[in-house]
């Protein structure tokens, strides 16, 4: 080569690598986003059942988690630029350590796979060139096309069949060691190799094949044959010389994808190289492991794309001396890309577009400022640091920050127990509290906390009311509020004060919606601090959600309680019916390929909290608040809506069957209320009738039809739900026109229908044992106590006199993980708890049953055409278990996308959300179920 032409070269391949350089920067920061938005973190993913939080805390704060995402990635660049590419927080080993025997291991699958498929490639193409439209080319054509629409795992599969279990050529268990013999470890890697080369010889053959026959169309191909050259001469002798660059440059290309699409065969056969690690890091949230992975394989790609572009611009003079733009558009490798977007930015609308772009990245990876970022939740206090926000001086009438992180409400640092005795009443006044949309930057609004008052004692330092778990009314307020069991504990910092909080859920005296809280404050001997409360989560479907945060002083009267002994072992014995639960990782652990898919693809940001119930042991999923996990998770109260039907409808119905008989569902509807309407439709309308939405009353779609149909969102509808008195409703409910069916004969889903059974079974009871008697109480004394379910509470409607009230049972209870759970689990052993027939055997024994032909059709469809079927409140979903066997599954199910779910392999698994009805996910529960028999196999 010429010195010009040498010089050319240089500033050619200079500008190449330049480029290449560039482009290695932008993967970088791609590949950084990508793993920063994975889901979870490994200090969670790796907590054992004895974790503590304060131990996660340290583990999250060891490893930077908590420092914005420009932070880390400037270290991390930094780092690798001097070829430090850091520890792997899974095994705490050096990372170039790890991959370094899986990168060799890797590069010999990728060795021996080029050295089989290009040779046989290049020669193939060539051939198939030469005899251009010959039987042999169209055979080679039709093979090759065949091939590459086969996914790689599916051909790996295949030889593994064929070559492996069938032929038994080569051993099906990869075996590689660099210490063993050249043929032992070319045989041991036979399967592997193989998948790769098929894989990698089809776009060397056709690339070949194209480029051969486009070279043979030239002037000068024309004349060697016009003076009688043969075409095996001018292939070999003209055509091939003049393909050598473009077929290197496919070849190199080639071999760049077959080293990325080594994950895929590595995972296939367990193949102990850095595809493999790449993905056990991902599972194990090893995020240096998979960044240090996944740079060195663009690293690679990169290289191997230069290489093609320089072998290029070598065995084409011409390259030599364009200009750069048209030398990069001759280029068939990812430089090609570059010289598309710069074409791009020439565009009127191109250069907007990509400061736009700039902007986006630059906001992702500017430092965030914790004082002012408007919420900054997903940041936990620096733990064991000394306490920051909710500090003695802010919690003594100091200001502090709006929202804060969840874990400012639990101890931090070196915290002790309570130094103080709490025993006596708390009075709370109604005070002003902020209030501001979640998910908008709008102005911030204030409302009413409303006023309570509760005796409360410490046991063991858990801060215990005595009104717990059930409604303490506000007067003539709007709100109610449930109080939950809180802690207490003390702090070096707090100069001999100790601490509490406790949780809280309010509600709407006219609505079913739950908004969950914590709340905190100091105290000592005979005074308290005051009182911080805030709320990051809600369950509303219809409607916006607002976080609320406020402060305001409150009142203690020590006091030695009456009945205290009462109240501790009422306490003791309740804590002794609790559910075993542990976190959800300890069941995952086992289980990665298919717990991770629990929550679905879509939809996951509305999902409070999911698990499942495995014999007596709970797996749960953190209950996640926009302001970090919910520090008193098992006492978070969800609005689980039409679930109500369930655990609150059949569950009475079925009480008062085993009381009275199961000839109760045969009840008729008209024998216990006088409904006001024009129609004769409600005179044969039963008990069972209305609890199946099956009492051919409605005004929407008066004709049968296979489609779902509802009738809840209709102002009637609206109407029966938002009457104040039992008589608005029963007025309000004979405002529904007849349909042209009988009763038992069409399901139309009318949350009327269970209002209405839950105001006649009330009744009922009534006429047995007098008019003192009511539904609810018999539900918590006669079938929640029992489970170790204390205080249930239910949205309920008074009747015309005030005296008694009647709970909704339609979609009024607000219920815990445990009080859902234990009922499921009762309808599981068919009405039986603890040798007792709490609910009726036959009737429970049906409403959980899996036969494929019971039930209502109700006209729900799910992803794969197939539809749902109701009956006894339970919704049957078709399921087809991995064992092939076909069945109905009930379920409980909620507006929002809550979800229980009773597998028949004593199994339940659970989700509750707050997605609103057009949200992507909300309806879909076919993952539930799946995990479910993953876990345990339904088909025995």
């Known amino acids: 080569m010429s010195l010009p032409a040498l010089?050319?070269?240089?500033?050619?391949?200079?500008?190449?690598?330049?480029?290449?350089?560039?482009?290695?920067?932008?993967?970088?920061?791609?590949?950084?986003?990508?793993?920063?938005?994975?889901?979870?973190?490994?200090?969670?993913?790796?907590?054992?059942?004895?974790?503590?939080?304060?131990?996660?805390?340290?583990?999250?704060?060891?490893?930077?988690?908590?420092r914005s995402a420009s932070e880390r990635y400037w270290e991390w660049l930094f780092n690798i630029l001097q070829g430090n590419f850091g520890i792997s927080w899974y095994t705490r080993i050096d990372i170039l350590e790890l991959i370094g025997n899986r990168f060799w291991h890797s590069m010999w699958l990728a060795a021996w796979a080029t050295a089989v498929a290009v040779p046989i490639g290049v020669v193939l193409g060539v051939m198939s060139a030469a005899w251009q439209g010959s039987l042999f080319d169209r055979l080679i054509n039709t093979s090759a096309l065949t091939f590459v629409s086969i996914p790689d795992f599916v051909i790996a599969y295949a030889l593994m069949a064929l070559l492996g279990v069938h032929f038994k050529v080569f051993p099906v268990f990869v075996a590689y060691e660099p210490s063993l013999p050249l043929s032992e470890r070319l045989m041991g890697t036979g399967l592997p190799v193989l998948s790769l080369a098929i894989v990698a010889l089809t776009p060397i053959l056709r690339l070949t094949r194209?480029?051969?026959?486009?070279?043979?169309?030239?002037?000068?191909?024309?004349?060697?044959?016009?003076?009688?050259?043969?075409?095996?001469?001018?292939?070999?002798?003209?055509?091939?010389?003049?393909?050598?660059?473009?077929?290197?440059?496919?070849?190199?290309?080639?071999?760049?994808?077959?080293?990325?699409?080594?994950?895929?065969?590595?995972?296939?056969?367990?193949?102990?190289?850095?595809?493999?690690l790449l993905i056990n890091a991902v599972k194990t949230r090893d995020v240096p492991l998979v960044q240090a992975c996944g740079l060195i394989t663009a690293a690679i790609y990169l290289v191997l794309n230069l290489s093609a572009d320089l072998i290029s611009i070598v065995s084409n003079p011409r390259l030599l001396y364009a200009s750069p733009r048209q030398r990069a558009f001759s280029l068939t490798?990812?430089?090609?890309?570059?010289?598309?977007?710069?074409?791009?930015?020439?565009?009127?609308?191109?250069?907007?577009?990509?400061?736009?772009?700039?902007?986006?990245?630059?906001w992702y990876f500017s430092p965030v400022n914790v004082e002012n970022y408007a919420y900054p939740l997903d940041v936990p206090p620096a733990k064991p640091a000394p306490r920051a926000e909710l500090t003695l001086t802010q919690l003594q009438g100091g200001s502090a920050p709006e929202m804060l992180h969840y874990d400012y409400f639990a101890p931090i640092g070196n915290a002790g127990p309570a130094l103080h005795k709490l025993e006596g009443t708390i009075s709370v006044p109604s005070f002003k509290v902020s209030r501001r949309m979640a998910e908008e930057q709008l102005a911030t609004t204030s409302t009413q906390f409303p006023a309570f008052s509760s005796q409360v004692f410490a046991h063991e330092n858990m801060l215990v009311p005595v009104e717990r778990q059930r409604f303490l009314m506000d007067g003539n307020g709007s709100w109610r509020i449930i109080l939950g069991i809180g802690r207490l504990w003390s702090e070096p910092?707090?100069?001999?004060?100790?601490?509490?909080?406790?949780?809280?859920?309010?509600?709407?005296?006219?609505?079913?919606a739950s908004y969950n809280g914590v709340g905190t404050f100091l105290f000592n001997a005979d005074t308290v601090s005051e009182l911080r409360i805030q709320i990051a989560q809600e369950q509303i479907p219809w409607g916006r959600k607002h976080d609320a945060w406020g402060q305001s002083p409150f009142s203690y009267k020590p006091?030695?309680?009456?009945?205290?002994?009462?109240?501790?072992?009422?306490?003791?014995?309740?804590?002794?019916?609790?559910?075993?639960?542990?976190?959800?990782?300890?069941?995952?652990?086992?289980?990665?390929?298919?717990?991770?898919?629990?929550?679905?693809?879509?939809?996951?940001?509305?999902?409070?909290?999911?698990?499942?119930?495995?014999?007596?042991?709970v797996y749960v999923r953190a209950c996640r608040t926009r302001a970090g996990p919910y520090p008193f998770c098992p006492q978070m109260r969800n609005s689980v809506y039409s679930v109500s039907k369930s655990i609150g409808a059949a569950a009475a119905l079925f009480r008062l069957a085993q009381k009275y008989g199961p000839e109760v569902i045969?009840?008729?509807?008209?024998?216990?209320?006088?409904?006001?309407?024009?129609?004769?439709?409600?005179?044969?309308?039963?008990?069972?009738?209305?609890?199946?939405?099956?009492?051919?009353?409605?005004?929407?779609?008066?004709?049968?039809?296979?489609?779902?149909?509802?009738?809840?969102?209709?102002?009637?509808?609206?109407?029966?739900?938002?009457?104040?008195?039992?008589?608005?409703?029963?007025?309000?409910?004979?405002?529904?026109?007849?349909?042209?069916?009988?009763?038992?004969?069409?399901?139309?889903?009318?949350?009327?229908?269970?209002?209405?059974?839950?105001?006649?079974?009330?009744?009922?009871?009534?006429?047995?044992?007098?008019?003192?008697?009511?539904?609810?109480d018999m539900m918590n004394a006669e079938v929640y106590e029992p489970l170790g379910i204390e205080n249930l509470p239910s949205r309920s409607t008074p009747g015309a006199d005030k005296s008694t009230r009647t709970p909704n049972l339609g979609g009024g209870v607000l219920a815990t993980i445990e009080d859902v759970l234990k009922i499921a689990r009762l309808f599981q052993n068919q009405g039986?708890?603890?040798?007792?027939?709490?609910?009726?055997?036959?009737?429970?024994?049906?409403?959980?049953?899996?036969?494929?032909?019971?039930?209502?059709?109700?006209?729900?469809?799910?992803?794969?055409?197939?539809?749902?079927?109701?009956?006894?409140?339970?919704?049957?979903?078709?399921?087809?278990?991995?064992?092939?066997?076909?069945?109905?599954?009930?379920?409980?199910?909620?507006?929002?996308?809550?979800?229980v779910v009773l597998m028949p392999n004593n199994v339940i698994a659970f989700r509750?959300?707050?997605?609103?009805?057009?949200?992507?996910?909300?309806?879909?529960?076919?993952?539930?179920?799946?995990?479910?028999?993953?876990?345990?196999?339904v088909c025995g």
């Open 7 to 66: 010089s050319r070269f240089a500033s050619a391949a200079t500008m190449q690598i330049v480029g290449a350089a560039g482009t290695l920067f932008a993967v970088s920061v791609i590949f950084f986003l990508l793993t920063d938005w994975l889901p979870g973190d490994f200090a969670t993913a790796t907590a054992s059942r004895d974790t503590l939080i304060e131990t996660i805390m340290n583990t999250q704060f060891e490893l930077g988690l908590f």
């Open 210 to 276: 194209a480029c051969i026959i486009n070279i043979l169309t030239a002037p000068f191909v024309e004349m060697a044959q016009l003076k009688g050259m043969g075409i095996g001469r001018v292939v070999v002798f003209h055509a091939l010389p003049n393909a050598i660059g473009p077929i290197a440059n496919a070849i190199v290309l080639v071999v760049g994808n077959l080293i990325v699409g080594l994950v895929i065969i590595e995972t296939v056969f367990s193949y102990p190289g850095l595809g493999e």
């Open 333 to 362: 490798s990812i430089r090609t890309k570059w010289a598309w977007f710069l074409d791009l930015l020439r565009r009127p609308w191109g250069v907007p577009s990509a400061v736009a772009a700039v902007i986006a990245l630059a």
């Open 493 to 512: 910092g707090d100069k001999g004060w100790s601490r509490a909080a406790f949780p809280f859920t309010l509600v709407r005296r006219w609505g079913a």
């Open 559 to 617: 006091a030695v309680l009456n009945q205290i002994g009462q109240h501790r072992t009422a306490y003791e014995n309740h804590q002794a019916t609790r559910l075993k639960i542990r976190p959800w990782e300890s069941l995952q652990k086992d289980y990665w390929n298919s717990l991770e898919r629990f929550d679905g693809e879509y939809g996951r940001e509305n999902i409070t909290v999911s698990g499942l119930m495995v014999e007596d042991t």
């Open 666 to 776: 045969e009840e008729r509807v008209l024998d216990y209320v006088n409904i006001p309407t024009s129609h004769d439709g409600w005179k044969d309308v039963r008990f069972k009738h209305a609890l199946n939405m099956t009492t051919g009353i409605g005004n929407r779609v008066p004709a049968r039809v296979e489609e779902y149909v509802e009738v809840d969102n209709t102002a009637l509808a609206a109407s029966v739900w938002s009457a104040r008195t039992v008589e608005d409703q029963l007025k309000a409910i004979g405002g529904f026109a007849d349909y042209p069916w009988g009763p038992g004969e069409v399901f139309r889903y009318r949350t009327s229908d269970t209002t209405l059974l839950t105001i006649v079974m009330d009744r009922f009871l009534k006429s047995k044992e007098g008019p003192d008697a009511n539904l609810w």
């Open 832 to 899: 039986k708890h603890n040798g007792q027939q709490i609910l009726h055997e036959g009737l429970t024994k049906k409403a959980v049953a899996t036969g494929s032909d019971r039930g209502i059709p109700t006209g729900w469809s799910y992803e794969d055409g197939s539809k749902s079927t109701y009956d006894l409140s339970f919704w049957l979903m078709p399921f087809e278990g991995r064992g092939g066997c076909k069945m109905r599954i009930p379920a409980m199910a909620g507006i929002g996308g809550n979800y």
């Open 912 to 937: 509750f959300a707050d997605g609103h009805d057009d949200a992507p996910g909300t309806w879909v529960s076919k993952h539930i179920r799946e995990v479910a028999d993953q876990v345990k196999g």
